[in-house]
């Protein structure tokens, strides 16, 4: 049972900037630092941003994270068609000593 | 290039064993925290298991006392006992806690 609360569907045209929120708790993003991965159908995650608002090499500026008290999001700007995947937030949980996923949004382009 | 390959998925009943491995190529394996993350068919992601450098080691909830993670030169590994139908899953090795990298997986299903 998934700890973080993603909402379970996003959607937007193309160009448009879609937001994606991730809900958690004092032990988990309320004390540690949060990662979003996308998934393509059909492949394995990859990482999108890290340390709340971190992208790694190749991973484009039109994804930014954010992170404020017990809450992070995930924001996509200029949407494209490529960007139809399913989303997951994440962070290491102090109580649960383990690492916890959200529920997962899956973001489709109109 | 950083690489991990799964492998030893596979159909095993209720109650039976299975032990996943992930070769890892490309970068120092010794020197990086690897983990298991799990996701059941059409279902969302599900961490399993994490081992440090110097094997300090984390279990879900799920699957503690059932399974176990280990390392060794430049393999991850995960035994399973005492499966259940709810283990039904592909099985994803990556690695750091931030999962920078991923492998594509090990299909793992239990049933009679």
């Known amino acids: 049972q998934s700890v973080l609360t993603q909402p379970p569907s996003a959607s937007g045209t193309p160009g448009q900037r879609v937001t994606i929120s991730c809900s958690g708790s004092g032990s988990n993003i309320g004390s540690n630092t949060v990662n979003w991965y996308q998934q393509l159908p059909g492949t394995a995650p990859k990482l999108l941003i890290y340390f709340n608002n971190q992208r790694p090499s190749g991973v484009p500026d039109r994804f930014s994270g954010s992170k404020s008290g017990t809450s992070a999001s995930l924001a996509i700007s200029g949407l494209q068609s490529d960007d139809e995947a399913d989303y997951y937030c994440a962070s290491w949980d102090d109580s649960l000593n383990g690492y916890v996923f959200g529920t997962g949004t899956k973001v489709t382009v109109l | 290039e950083v690489q991990l390959v799964e492998s030893g998925g596979g159909l095993v009943q209720p109650g039976g064993s299975l032990r996943l491995s992930c070769v890892a190529s490309?970068?120092?394996?010794?020197?990086?925290?690897m983990n298991w993350v799990r996701q059941a068919p059409g279902k969302g992601l599900e961490w399993v298991s994490y081992?440090?450098?110097?094997?300090v080691i984390y279990y879900a909830d799920s699957v503690k006392g059932r399974f176990t993670i280990s390392r060794d030169n430049a393999t991850l590994y995960l035994q399973m006992n005492s499966l259940r139908a709810e283990d039904t899953a592909l099985y994803y090795c990556?690695?750091?806690?931030?999962?920078?990298?991923w492998g594509q997986g090990t299909l793992v299903t239990v049933s009679s």
């Open positions: 990556a690695r750091r806690l931030r999962l920078d990298y």
């Open positions: 081992i440090s450098s110097s094997n």
């Open positions: 490309g970068f120092i394996f010794s020197t990086y925290e």
